[in-house]
């Protein structure tokens, strides 16, 4: 497992803390890093799912009949506490087995999430209009950027998003990785991405999900001449 300065990468994304000073410069670090936050992004999607179906199987269950015969003792009302109990259980258990989980799946997703859009044109558009965050600014703000071939997209069980498999040819930001990273996105975005999609994808630092994504041949080679042009300023602005 990837530290920096005894940061340890999975117990960073697992308490949400802040990352040391110079840690997004440690590709390996971030990549096990973002692998791992877009777990915990799967492991509280599926734990509100699985919160919903209980409250709503209680909330619409039908009240017992009443007995024919008079009984001795008046039932008692029915309480949630039951429940509470059962859902803190079932989450306890399922958060367990995502965070063991969460070792297999980080080396699978070898250097981690990313994404970069459609209508996305810029990195000014891509933030708002915030002048903070130029072309060069948006890429000092992203933990990665790289363009590949979508080789699986699979729906996350209880959850409305997809998780993204691609096969890099190319990274930007580091400057290399593993060969094939996973990121997840919400299956509502447009376009939404399919297997043999050719995109280019930015992820922003300490996110689950990629801001912009990119697809299209013409399209992918405009974004990649504003990122080659930023690339050098980007690595003298603090993020």
């Avoid at 429940?83 to 070898?110: F, R």
């Avoid at 990665?144 to 699979?154: M, R, S």
């Amino acid at each position: 497992m990837a530290e920096y300065e005894g940061v340890d990468a999975l117990l960073a994304a697992i308490t949400d803390e802040p990352l040391p000073e110079g840690a997004q410069d440690d590709a390996e670090f971030m990549a096990e890093h973002g692998s791992a936050v877009a777990d915990m992004a799967l492991l509280r999607e599926r734990l509100k799912g699985i919160g919903d179906a209980l409250a709503d199987r209680t909330e619409t269950a039908e009240p017992e009949p009443e007995p024919k015969t008079v009984p001795v003792r008046a039932p008692r009302k029915r309480t949630r506490r039951p429940l509470v109990l059962a859902l803190g259980t079932l989450a306890a258990t399922v958060a367990t087995a995502m965070v063991v989980g969460m070792g297999w799946l980080i080396m699978q997703a070898g250097s981690g999430v990313s994404s970069i859009s459609d209508d996305s044109g810029s990195a000014e558009k891509a933030a708002g209009g915030d002048s903070s965050l130029s072309a060069p600014g948006y890429l000092a703000c992203s933990r990665l950027v790289a363009e590949g071939t979508v080789a699986q997209v699979e729906q996350v069980p209880g959850a409305a998003l997809d998780r993204i498999t691609l096969d890099v040819s190319r990274y930007y930001k580091p400057d290399k990785g593993k060969d094939q990273i996973t990121f997840v996105m919400d299956e509502n975005v447009d376009p939404r991405l399919h297997k043999g999609d050719h995109v280019l994808v930015g992820i922003p630092l300490n996110s689950a999900s990629p801001d912009i994504w990119t697809t299209g041949e013409k399209e992918i080679a405009q974004e990649r001449t504003w990122i080659l042009d930023a690339l050098p300023d980007s690595r003298d602005i603090t993020c």
